[in-house]
């Protein structure tokens, strides 16, 4: 199941990889640094959301700062 | 500039209109009624206030900054590092927001209609097709949405004009039972809504003609009040004080619709367009957040960032919220003042600094 999903998610990376890679050639550094960085990012993010679904995300970040608010509320 | 394409002011109000609108009139009555009760339809009128005044702070800013975005002049305010790090945190929130945007749409969806589809295949494919109209550029979003929002307009007023024999105007007595205060609570999801239009800070220099603004902006914001009070107002007469119960009031209105017996489950139909509007809505926030991003980046284009945002966005949305009751409850508590800090507190602290800047700048002058 674990494995499944990170070859999914591999593959439609690849696959955006693939599909942007002609247009990307012709781009400056800068312009291809991020990109790659993004898709570093992108994998990193689905490969821990599929090993560990209940990771701690953004929404509890807000929770924790804003809950003092709740109170007035 | 990035975008070479240019909007009118009648595209920037629709565009508006549908960043606020789309999502709002599904979540709002259901949120704003667990406060507010009967009082449901008074909220979106208090939260005006908070959309007046975004749009009063950002169009004078856009004064003082012809043709940048928040984003550009953030940095141009503040110095450089200080600047980076101030619009680093609007667009991480614009890319939250986005996210939810995409998980508020594909829930609804998937509690009317797909039960059994995984969620993310709803979000990916809307995701996918907001791509083509992103990589087209703001002129295709503007277009779409001046094609799309009348129908979906349309649409929202014949939901009750079909439903007119069952609408029982009493069910909106007592006003204001237990005071004012309900209503005031209540008014915090709207308040969250409308503050989105700080988002047409990206819009604004797209514009040909500038003048007019104002006006424009002051228009989308009363159109979407309008449209939040009727909705609201329809929903009280059809449901009552049951209201407070039901998630999706106004899907529930479409599915109650009963002509002569023959006319009936046209919640389909109601859905399938009410999706036009979600487009639009999701891809002008996508675009937002591509060309926000290419600015922060200082970046030539835009255009090769639209897969893998798209994608940054759908792992967002999973990511942001474990279920459908948690994501209800964070918009009646804390969703509200993260909206308000990022949306209302960034653009004050920039005017202010602004403001003090032109003023210190012009008495060192002779």
């Known amino acids: 199941m674990k494995v499944g999903g990170i070859l999914g998610v591999t593959v439609i990376l690849v696959l955006i990889f693939l599909y942007q890679w002609p247009k990307l050639k012709k781009n400056g550094r800068k312009v291809k640094m991020t990109f790659f960085l993004l898709m570093l990012l992108n994998w990193v993010l689905a490969v821990l959301l599929v090993i560990f679904p209940e990771m701690p995300g953004p929404g509890q970040l807000i929770d924790f700062i804003y809950k003092s608010f709740e109170t007035f509320w | 500039m990035i975008e070479k394409g240019r909007i009118s002011y009648l ?61 550009e002049y953030g940095e141009l305010i503040l110095g450089r590092t200080l600047g980076k790090i101030i619009s680093f945190i ?26 059994k589809t995984p969620i993310i295949f709803v979000t990916g494919s809307i995701a996918l097709s907001c791509a083509i109209a992103v990589h087209g550029g703001i002129e295709t979003i503007g277009r779409c949405a001046t094609i799309f929002l009348p129908i979906v307009l349309a649409l929202y007023i014949l939901i009750y004009v079909f439903l007119i024999p069952d609408l029982n105007v009493k069910n909106i007595f007592p006003i204001m039972q237990d005071g004012i205060m309900p209503s005031i609570k209540g008014s915090i999801a709207p308040h969250a809504w409308l503050s989105q239009f700080s988002l047409m800070s990206f819009l604004i220099p797209l514009l040909t003609n500038q003048q007019k603004v104002m006006k424009w902006g002051m228009f989308s914001v009363i159109a979407s ?26 899907f529930e209105a479409a599915r109650f619709i009963s002509v002569g017996s023959f006319f009936e489950h046209i919640e389909s139909i109601v859905i399938a367009f009410w999706v ?43 990511w942001s919220t474990p279920s459908f009751e948690e994501m209800i409850r964070g918009m009646g508590t804390t969703m509200p003042f993260y909206f308000l800090t990022v949306q209302l507190l960034i653009p004050v602290l920039l005017l202010g600094v602004a403001v003090i800047r032109r003023k210190r700048s012009k008495s060192f002058l002779p």
Request: a neutral charge; aromatic letters at 18%; charged letters at 10%.
């Open chain 2, 11 to 71: 595209e920037l109000a629709l565009i508006m209109y549908a960043t606020v609108v789309a999502t709002a009139i599904l979540y709002i009555p259901y949120v704003t009624s667990q406060h507010a009760k009967r009082d449901l339809w008074l909220s979106p009128i208090w939260g005006s206030l908070s959309g007046f005044l975004i749009v009063m702070i950002i169009v004078k800013l856009s004064k003082l900054y012809p043709g940048k975005t928040l984003i």
């Open chain 2, 90 to 115: 609007y667009l991480f929130f614009l890319l939250h927001d986005t996210a939810i945007a995409f998980r508020e749409y594909g829930e609804f969806i998937e509690s009317a209609f797909l039960h």
């Open chain 2, 225 to 250: 009040v309008l449209t939040m009070v009727f909705i609201n107002l329809g929903n009280l007469f059809l449901f009552g004080g049951i209201i407070s119960n039901l998630y999706f009031p106004v």
């Open chain 2, 276 to 318: 036009l509007g979600g487009f639009v809505q999701l891809s002008s926030f996508f675009y937002m957040l591509i060309l926000g991003t290419s600015q922060w980046l200082t970046l030539p284009s835009y255009k090769q960032f639209v897969l893998p945002i798209g994608f940054l966005i759908i792992i967002f949305s999973v």
